[in-house]
Structures are given as C-alpha cells and as structure tokens.
C-alpha cells in the first residue's frame, strides 16, 4: 500500500512558477512509475507528466511540454512537478499518482487506470 501526500500548490500569477511535490509512504516508492494529473472545474481528469521508477523515461500531455517538468528523488520518497510560464488554464487540482509495477504498462502511461493509488490534490490557480 503506497499513500500519496500532495503539497506546494498555491496562487501565482500568469508567468511565473510553482512547483508541487508529492511524497509518498511506504518502502516500495522507488519502484512505481509515478505520474501527475490535474482535473480543473467541470472537466476531466487529464494527465499532465509521468516518469519511471528510475526517471529514465520521462512523458509530458502537449499543452504542458516545455514547461513542466516531473522528476523524483527515490532517497526522498518524493516526485516533484516543476511549473514554469504557468496559463490561466493551467489552474486546476493537481494530483499524484503511483502505478503497481506488476500491473503497469508503460505504453498507456497518460491513462489514469493504469495507476493504483492516488493523493489527495493540491490546488494550483493561475491568476491572468
């Protein structure tokens, strides 16, 4: 069992920066992929980032490549999202979410079935 705690959303204007973290319990952390979703007002959950366990592969939704960036630090049990030149429509509820290792697969990385266990969001609001 993997528990997913989200923090360092906030308020920031069009432009600047934000970045979230996730840091997840449990000894198991190193070994799932892990990834970043973000569900805004009336629309759907939508992937964001992912990264391997290793952070070997990392994997970006269009609308965020270039300016996000995932990464993870294993020593810490924590997967950060780094914002840069955050949009309007970039605000939503950002959650994190690790894959079971023995049932993932890598080819459907973007879809949030592929991931077994999920934080409680962070909201991020992008002032224009």
């Known amino acids: 069992q993997v528990q997913l705690v989200e923090s360092g959303g906030g308020l920031v204007q069009a432009g600047g920066s934000l970045r979230v973290s996730c840091t997840a319990s449990?000894?198991?952390?190193?070994?799932?992929?892990m990834a970043w979703f973000r569900q805004a007002p009336g629309k759907e959950r939508e992937f964001v980032a992912a990264t391997s366990w290793s952070a070997g592969t990392t994997k970006y939704a269009d609308l965020v490549k270039g300016r996000f960036t995932i990464s993870r630090d294993n020593a810490k049990n924590t997967v950060y999202l780094q914002m840069n030149s955050l949009k309007f429509e970039d605000t939503a509820v950002y959650y994190c979410a690790a894959a079971r290792i023995d049932t993932y697969y890598s080819g459907s990385y973007y879809s949030a079935l592929q991931y077994d266990y999920w934080g409680q969001g962070t909201q991020v609001t992008v002032s224009s």
């Open positions: 449990g000894r198991t952390f190193s070994r799932h992929p």
